[in-house]
């Protein structure tokens, strides 16, 4: 595995650097993510995911997306199972994947919006992607100021994976306006992504 240091001149080696993100800039929010996941206790390898969580594109951001025909690229950089976070991170249609949260027990699977296909998926790796998934969400939502996008959908995941995830939860959604538009699956005009 490659340096944590040699792994953000990547972004810059792809231009992805500056590109911009809920208010700030692509980069610092992929570092963001990854120090707050060493923060929930992730290892080194884990925590790798944080900042290429969304290398692929996601469902909304499409500012900067790699080709999936690139991960064995990302797999040598970050590790197999970092990656395959990342993969389903970005590849996952969020309506399925939130009607799953409070499903207990698995089999999961995730609706992947590249293949067209439904991957099962084990309850540890759907923790995992839920943990990584809110903790992204809780590290740009007061700058990007989307507060209603998938409310309840975030508050069912840290409910689903309770102790640090809860609590910081209620710490940034302790500041959050009232929710005022309530079709949670639709970005509002004229917030940054």
């Not at 390898?45 to 025909?69: C, K, M, N």
């Not at 590249?114 to 740009?140: N, P, R």
């Not at 809860?166 to 306006?177: G, H, I, M």
Request: overall charge negative; aromatic content about 12%; glycine content about 8%.
């Amino acid at each position: 595995m490659q340096p944590i240091k040699e792994l953000t001149q990547y972004f810059l080696q792809e231009e992805a650097a500056g590109i911009a993100h809920s208010g700030g800039s692509y980069l610092a929010h992929a570092i963001g993510v990854y120090r707050d996941l060493k923060s929930w206790d992730w290892d080194e390898e884990a925590a790798r995911a944080g900042l290429f969580h969304s290398i692929y594109g996601t469902e909304i951001f499409q500012d900067f997306t790699l080709p999936v025909s690139r991960r064995n690229e990302i797999k040598s950089m970050i590790g197999e199972q970092a990656e395959t976070l990342c993969y389903l991170n970005c590849a996952l249609r969020r309506r399925p994947f939130d009607a799953q949260v409070t499903q207990t027990h698995g089999p999961h699977t995730i609706d992947d919006r590249f293949s067209g296909t439904v991957a099962s998926i084990s309850t540890k790796m759907f923790d995992h992607l839920c943990e990584m998934h809110l903790c992204d969400w809780l590290e740009q939502v007061s700058r990007a100021g989307g507060w209603d996008y998938r409310r309840k959908g975030y508050r069912n995941i840290a409910r689903r994976l309770g102790g640090i995830a809860l609590s910081k939860y209620e710490t940034v959604f302790n500041s959050a306006p009232e929710q005022v538009w309530f079709d949670e699956y639709l970005w509002p005009e004229g917030v940054s992504r």
